[in-house]
T-cell receptor, first 112, second 114 residues
């Protein structure tokens, strides 16, 4: 079985500051991991995914995430926050079946 | 390229009325299809998924049903809506047989049951 824990349902950072959104996973098989972003009243958009090719994954909009097996983590970072980054972010894991298991989401607020 | 459509975008329905939400995918064949619900301030709940025409797996027993009458069409239905059915409904697809299982989401349908 797979599960995902996102620490912090709400995160606020100042514009230009580092963004760090935390995700820890549990999986009985080598996982595939994903970060999605959701803007208000829209569907989810894929930010990046880990598929075992490289532990540091670069995504769209300047985001990246590092897969750390020893820590079972896949935290999302961005060096400098922009106002347009304000959204909800979801971490997800895929194990051995056709389904993704999503975390409960982290709402990111950018302070001007 | 592939695109996924959902309609309607917004729906306001009285309690006890029927429901039909539609999702279609273009630009691919034999996709896996998924219905999720997102209640206000909460995460995504997988409702149904389908790996082929007429093949539906239900994740949560509830007031809803799903059907897949055509390869790229996925329909979410209810005979009698409840207040608790309000939420944001998302359809997603993934390429069948792809190990990573990346899911791509539609724009969603906002349902308000009054």
């Amino acid at each position: 079985a797979q599960s995902v824990t996102q620490l912090g349902s709400h995160v606020s950072v100042s514009e230009g500051a580092l963004v760090l959104l935390r995700c820890n996973y549990s999986s009985s098989v080598p996982p595939y991991l994903f970060w999605y972003v959701q803007y208000p009243n829209q569907g989810l958009q894929l930010l990046l995914k880990y598929t075992s090719a490289a532990t540091l994954v670069k995504g769209i909009n300047g985001f990246e995430a590092e897969f750390k097996k020893s820590e079972t983590s896949f935290h999302l970072t961005k060096p400098s926050a922009h106002m347009s980054d304000a959204a909800e972010y979801f971490c997800a894991v895929k194990g051995g079946n056709e389904k993704l298991t999503f975390g409960t989401g982290t709402r990111l607020t950018i302070i001007p | 390229s592939q695109t996924i459509h959902q309609w309607p975008a917004t729906l306001v329905q009285p309690v006890g009325s029927p429901l039909s939400l539609e999702c279609t995918v273009e630009g691919t064949s034999n996709p896996n299809l998924y219905w999720y619900r997102q209640a206000a301030g909460r995460g995504l709940q997988l409702l149904f998924y389908s790996v082929g025409i007429g093949q539906i797996s239900s994740e949560v027993p509830q007031n809803l049903s799903a059907s897949r009458p055509q390869d790229r069409q996925f329909i979410l239905s209810s005979k009698k809506l409840l207040l608790s059915d309000s939420g944001f409904y998302l359809c997603a697809w993934t390429r069948q047989g792809l190990a990573s299982g990346t899911q791509y989401f539609g724009p969603g349908t906002r349902l308000l049951v009054l």
